[in-house]
C-alpha cells in the first residue's frame, strides 16, 4: 500500500500504547491501559480475557465508537493513518469501507424495522456509490457466500424472520459487503448455540481464506481462539499479560493467568483431571492494583507483584517460522521455572 | 467444514412479513378495535354528509315547534332546542366541529412532540436537560386557566380552540419520543450503522425515525380521544365556538341546563360524545396491542 512506507513491518493495522479511559460519576476507568500489537494482511489475531479486561473496548476504540464519556489516547496506525485523529466524517469513509466490524449480538445488531436488503445495501451506497440494484446483487452474492439459503428471495425479509445463526451469518454479511481489509469481530458466537457456532467459525475460516481479510477475534471462549488465530494476545484488566502464536499460548503457556484460563476449560476426553477456576473476580477498573492487575487471585505473587507493574518481556523459545513472526511476551515477574513448581513449595502465600 | 443444507430447505422461501403487516393481522383480529373503527368512521361520515341530506339547517328555527321531543313530524328525530333549532342537524354540525378539532389538535401536538421529543433525545445534554424542563413548566401551568385567559383576551374562535388544545396536549407525546429516543439511540443496530460508516444524520432518518413510528401511531390514536373530551370540556364551560355554530360540547352545555324539561338535549349529544369517546379508546387499545403486543 501506498502509505505505508512509515513503518518498516508494513503491518496493516498498528496499535501502539492504546489507552482508553471513561470519565464516571466514581471517577476514571482505565478500560485500556497501553495496549500494543500490530496485525498483517490476511492474518488472524485473537484477544482472549474475562469481562471487563478491555478487549470489547479496544475494538470499539478502532472503530471510533466509544461512548461519549470516553477517551483513547495513543495511536491506531491503519496504512499511514492514526484513525485516533480523524475526524467523525473522514473516519466514515474508513469505517465499513475498510475496517467493518461483526456485532456480538445478532439478535439487537440489525434494525427490526428495516428489511436486510435496505441494510446490506446500504454500505455500498455510501462507500461505493451504487445503484440499488447493483446494490442488491452484489448483497444476494453476499448472502450466498454466507450460504443463506433461497438467498435472493431471503433478502427482502426483516431480520425478526430469520434464525439466531441466520442472523449472525447475514451481520457477517453486511460486515464483508465492502470487500474491508480488517473485520472486527467480537465475540461473533458468544449468542449462539454450539453446533451454530462451529458452522459460524468454520464459514469466518472460510471467508478469511477467499478474500485475504484480516481478522480481530475477540472472545473469551480459548476454543474459538485454538480454532482460528495465528497470533494471541491475553488480556486482563486492560493490560497484556502474554502474547504469542496460538500454539505458544496452548502448549507454553507461561503466565500464571493464561495457565489459570486453561486450567479452567473443559475437556470433552475426560483428560486434565478436575476444572480449575481462577480464584476471586476480575478487578474493578476504577481502582487498579497499582502492581499486576493479577496479583490479588495470583497463587504466585509477592510483594513485588503487589507494588509494580511487570514488564511485557520477550520469552526465550524454540526457532521455528511461527516464532519468528509471532515473538512470545509476557508481563510476570516470576521467572518461568518457578511457575512450573507448585505456590506451597515455592513458600507464595495464596 | 462445508456443511449440507438439503434442497427442500433451500426451496423454502415464505415472503417477507414486515413488522407493519404484522401489527395490521393483529389489529384485524381485535373485534373490539375493528367495530371501533368502523362506527367510528361510520360517525364521522354522517358528520359529514348528513347535515345535507337534512331538510334544515343547523340555524333555522322552527317557530312552531320549540322544545319538542323526538318526532316523525318534520323530521325532527333528536327533538329541537328551546328555539326551534333541529338538534339531529345541529348535533351533527357539533360532531363536525369536535371532531375537526379533534384532528386538528392532535396533528398540531403530535408534530411539535414529535420534533421535540426526539431533538432533545438525539442530541441529549443541555439542549435536553432545557428542552425537558421547558415541558415540565408547561406541565405545571393549569391550561383551564390559560384557555380562559386567551378567549377572554382574543375571543371565541375555532381556530383559538385548536391552538389552546394544542399548546397543552404535546407534551406527553415530547415526553414518550425522547425516552424511546434515547433507549434507541443505545441500541446495538444504530452502533452497527455507526460501524459501516452511516453518517449521524441518516442514522437519523434512516434508523432511528421507523422505530419511533410505532409508539407514536400509539400515542396519537390515544390523544385524539383527550383532544375532543378537552375541546367538549372548554366548550362546557363556554370557552368554545360561538353561537350559533356549535359542537358537542356546547349542545351538552346547553342540554344540562334544560335536564329537568327536556332530557333529549342532553342525551343525544351527549351520546354521541360518548360513543365517540369508547370508540377512539378501543381503537387506541387495539392499536397499542397490534403494534407493541409485549405490552399486554
Redesign the interface.
Known amino acids: 500500500m501506498s502509505a505505508s512506507d512509515q513503518a518498516p513491518t508494513a503491518a496493516l493495522l498498528q496499535v501502539q500504547n492504546l489507552q482508553v479511559q471513561f470519565a464516571t460519576n466514581d471517577g476514571p476507568v482505565y478500560a485500556v491501559n497501553g495496549l500494543s500489537f500490530a496485525m498483517q494482511r490476511g492474518e488472524t489475531l485473537g484477544i482472549v480475557g474475562e469481562s471487563g479486561s478491555g478487549k470489547s473496548q479496544t475494538a470499539l476504540a478502532i472503530m471510533g465508537l466509544l461512548a461519549r464519556n470516553g477517551r483513547a489516547t495513543g495511536s491506531i496506525d491503519y496504512q499511514g493513518r492514526n484513525l485516533l485523529a480523524l475526524s467523525e466524517q473522514e473516519l466514515n469513509t474508513v469505517r465499513g469501507s475498510q475496517i467493518a466490524m461483526a456485532f456480538q449480538d445478532p439478535m439487537t445488531a440489525l434494525n427490526p424495522y428495516l428489511t436486510v436488503e435496505r441494510q446490506m445495501t446500504e454500505t455500498l451506497q455510501l462507500h461505493k456509490g451504487m445503484d440499488r440494484k447493483a446494490a442488491r446483487a452484489s448483497a444476494i452474492r453476499m448472502l450466498d457466500a454466507v450460504k443463506i439459503p433461497a438467498a435472493a428471495s431471503r433478502i427482502g425479509m426483516y431480520p425478526h424472520e430469520f434464525s439466531g445463526g441466520m442472523r449472525q451469518r447475514v451481520m457477517l454479511a453486511m460486515a464483508l459487503m465492502c470487500e474491508p481489509a480488517i473485520l472486527l469481530a467480537d465475540e461473533p458466537t458468544t449468542a449462539l448455540d454450539v453446533t451454530v457456532q462451529a458452522q459460524v467459525l468454520a464459514l469466518l475460516g472460510d471467508l478469511q481464506k477467499d478474500m485475504g481479510i484480516a481478522i480481530l477475534l475477540i472472545t473469551h471462549d480459548l476454543g474459538v481462539i485454538a480454532g482460528l488465530c495465528d497470533q494471541v494476545l491475553v488480556m486482563y484488566g486492560g493490560r497484556v499479560m502474554e502474547q504469542g502464536s496460538a500454539a505458544h499460548i496452548f502448549h507454553h503457556a507461561s503466565h500464571p493467568y493464561t495457565r489459570g484460563l486453561l486450567g479452567a476449560i473443559a475437556r470433552i476426553d475426560g483428560q486434565g483431571g478436575p476444572l480449575l477456576p481462577i480464584p476471586g473476580s476480575p478487578p474493578q477498573m476504577a481502582q487498579l492494583p497499582s502492581g499486576c492487575p493479577f496479583a490479588p487471585r495470583c497463587a504466585w505473587a509477592d510483594g513485588l507483584c503487589d507494588s509494580q507493574v511487570p514488564a511485557l518481556q520477550d520469552i526465550a523459545q524454540a526457532q521455528s517460522e511461527q516464532a519468528l513472526r509471532y515473538p512470545a511476551r509476557r508481563a510476570c515477574h516470576r521467572p518461568v521455572e518457578l511457575l512450573n513448581l507448585s505456590p506451597g513449595e515455592e513458600g507464595a502465600h495464596v | ?3 449440507l ?1 438439503p434442497k427442500s ?6 415472503a ?4 407493519w403487516l404484522d401489527a395490521r393481522q393483529r389489529f384485524v383480529r381485535n373485534r373490539a378495535a375493528l367495530v371501533s373503527l368502523v362506527i367510528l368512521m361510520l360517525i364521522a361520515l354522517t358528520c359529514l354528509v348528513g347535515p345535507w341530506l337534512s331538510p334544515h339547517a343547523y340555524d333555522d328555527t322552527d317557530w312552531n315547534l320549540m322544545g319538542i321531543g323526538p318526532t316523525w313530524d318534520h323530521w325532527h328525530l333528536f327533538g329541537t332546542d328551546e328555539l326551534g333549532r333541529d338538534l339531529l342537524v345541529r348535533t351533527l354540525i357539533g360532531g363536525r366541529i369536535s371532531l375537526t378539532v379533534g384532528v386538528l389538535a392532535t396533528l398540531v401536538s403530535v408534530s411539535l412532540g414529535v420534533a421535540w421529543g426526539a431533538v432533545a433525545g438525539f442530541v441529549g445534554g443541555k439542549v435536553d436537560a432545557f428542552m425537558m424542563r421547558i415541558v415540565d413548566i408547561l406541565y405545571a401551568i393549569p391550561y383551564l386557566l390559560i384557555a380562559i385567559m386567551m378567549v377572554t383576551i382574543l375571543g371565541r374562535d375555532f381556530y383559538l380552540v385548536v391552538l389552546t388544545i394544542s399548546a397543552f396536549s404535546w407534551m406527553d407525546m415530547a415526553r414518550v419520543v425522547r425516552g424511546q429516543t434515547l433507549s434507541i439511540k443505545s ?3 444504530i ?10 444524520r441518516r442514522i437519523i432518518f ?2 432511528v425515525v ?2 419511533l ?1 410505532g409508539i407514536v401511531v400509539i400515542y396519537t390514536s390515544i390523544t385524539v380521544p383527550g383532544v375532543i373530551l378537552t375541546e367538549s370540556v372548554l366548550s362546557f364551560l363556554g370557552l368554545g365556538v360561538q353561537e350559533p355554530m356549535t359542537s358537542w360540547g356546547v349542545l351538552i352545555h346547553d342540554g344540562a341546563n334544560v335536564m329537568e324539561s327536556s332530557p333529549w338535549m342532553i342525551w343525544f349529544p351527549g351520546a354521541a360524545l360518548t360513543l365517540t369517546l369508547y370508540c377512539a379508546n378501543f381503537l387506541g387499545d387495539g392499536m397499542r396491542d397490534a403494534l407493541d403486543p409485549k405490552t399486554r
Do not use: C, D, F, W
Open positions: 467444514m462445508p456443511y443444507i430447505v433451500t426451496e423454502i422461501a415464505p417477507a412479513r414486515s413488522p441500541k446495538e443496530y452502533e452497527a450503522a455507526r460501524a459501516i460508516g452511516v453518517p449521524t434512516s434508523h421507523p422505530n413510528l
